[in-house]
């Protein structure tokens, strides 16, 4: 069985920085989409960014510029990483990863358990 477990989440002033890590484990044959969402106090859940195994990255007009998804070469961690965070960035933020995993041989659509990010003015 794959999961996934967040962190990096916290405290941290306007214009600070913090980077999220979305590490998965279990039997694990690739990861095939990764992307980042954040809910909102009284909020819809969000997409903030989101990126394919060789695809494109996008990423929302509210974070573009600023935040950086990456899941480096021979690492399954998947990264955001969050610069120049403004007080509107406070949210809860979760993974979500496509992944394909051995025994059984299955694609699974798999979920953080979401980190808090709290951007203070």
């Known amino acids: 069985q794959v999961q996934l477990a967040e962190s990096g989440g916290g405290l941290v002033q306007a214009g600070g920085s913090l980077r999220l890590s979305c590490t998965p484990s279990?039997?694990?044959?690739?990861?095939?989409?990764m992307a980042w969402y954040r809910q909102a106090p009284g909020k819809e859940r969000e997409l903030v960014a989101s990126?394919?195994?060789?695809?494109?990255?996008e990423y929302s007009d509210a974070v573009k510029g600023r935040f950086t998804i990456s899941r480096p070469i021979g690492d399954n961690t998947v990264y955001l990483q969050m610069n120049d965070l403004k007080p509107e960035d406070t949210a809860v933020y979760y993974c979500?990863?496509?992944?394909?995993?051995?025994?059984?041989?299955?694609?699974?659509?798999?979920w953080g358990q979401g980190t808090l990010v709290t951007v203070s003015s």
């Open positions: 979500n990863l496509g992944i394909i995993s051995h025994n059984p041989y299955k694609y699974n659509d798999l």
């Open positions: 279990g039997s694990i044959f690739s990861i095939h989409t």
């Open positions: 990126a394919r195994s060789f695809g494109s990255i």
